[in-house]
């Protein structure tokens, strides 16, 4: 009843989603007009916002097997911010070279920045999605483990949030998985207690499996997304900061969050796990990450915009 009754939510608040990003068909709908609030030279193109995304970080972005097209987190919020600036907005898949991109004027904008690994080399914008290595119960009690507690954690194997896990919990408390779908199949089936995964991609996955599950605590410090821009540019700086704020105030943000996680992606009162208190408090990190780890990774054709019959995706090149 619960999962029928969210479903029919997510279904209504993203068919309000698709009418403030792509209109409506209707004869009696006239969408509103908005002036563009952009002109050259602080966008490349005219009439349009040229964002860039990496499409091997799904679900933020990825390609759609069944149409090839770019789908994802990035895209819909990308054509949010778009909107409120009176433009349409066109997505290019520019990998995880950033910098190169909005240095040589392939985009106006590069979403899906990480924040910790922002180097100063362009502009970077709020935090507009929250992220860290999560813990995942299907307990809502189950509460914040500790290292002589016996839990049992499931990662996805050779990830950041294994590494995490063996250094906190011991080794012997993990079991490896060869994807973020069979460790949520672990939790599922009772064979462990947690899972360990990047916050967002780890609610997407469990939401795109149709499991219920808790944010138990944080094994690293709350960081989180940003959008680039070239540091040059501060009337396009000044325009995305307000959009952005625009797309949260005013609950488009949230609406996006729940089509594609399946809940509000709210990181802030989320506990700590010990090693991450320690981290947090300025002292060594024992959960920092070694560059030779490898992310989560959501296999792109699980990249789903229609889990739970939440309605079509905005695409990329949208017009």
Not at 172 to 196: C, M, P, R, W
Request: glycine share 10%; with cysteine.
């Amino acid at each position: 009843m619960r999962r029928k009754l969210l479903s029919a939510i997510a279904l209504a608040m993203t068919a309000v989603l698709a009418v403030a990003l792509v209109g409506c068909a209707g004869d009696d709908y006239v969408p509103e007009e908005k002036s563009p609030q952009l002109e050259p030279p602080a966008i490349g193109e005219s009439g349009t916002l040229r964002v860039g995304v990496d499409t091997g970080k799904a679900p933020l972005a990825g390609i759609m097997e069944s149409n090839r097209a770019i789908v994802g987190l990035d895209v819909d919020i990308a054509a949010a911010i778009a909107d409120e600036l009176g433009l349409k907005v066109s997505i290019t898949d520019v990998g995880s070279d950033a910098a190169s991109a909005l240095a040589d004027g392939t985009v106006d904008i590069v979403m899906g920045v990480n924040q910790s690994e922002a180097d100063g080399s362009f502009w970077v914008s709020q935090t507009y999605l929250p992220t860290g290595i999560a813990l995942f119960s299907t307990d809502p009690n189950a509460g914040v483990p500790t290292a002589d507690s016996g839990a049992t954690f499931a990662a996805q194997i050779s990830s950041t949030s294994a590494w995490a896990v063996s250094n906190e919990f011991g080794a012997s408390s993990l079991e490896a998985a060869s994807t973020l779908i069979d460790a949520f199949d672990s939790l599922k089936n009772g064979q462990v207690n947690y899972v360990a995964a990047d916050a967002v991609i780890g609610l997407y996955t469990a939401h795109s499996q149709e499991i219920d599950v808790y944010l138990s605590a944080m094994l690293s410090r709350v960081g989180g997304y940003v959008i680039g821009a070239s540091s040059d540019n501060a009337e396009l700086q000044t325009a995305i900061s307000q959009a952005v704020q625009n797309v949260v105030d005013g609950g488009m943000l949230s609406v996006i969050e729940r089509k594609w996680l399946g809940t509000t992606l709210d990181l802030s009162n989320v506990p700590l796990s010990a090693a991450a208190e320690n981290s947090s408090s300025g002292s060594a990190s024992s959960t920092s990450v070694d560059s030779s780890e490898d992310e989560e990774s959501s296999d792109d054709e699980q990249l789903d915009p229609d889990a739970e019959g939440t309605g079509d995706q905005a695409e990329g090149d949208a017009e």
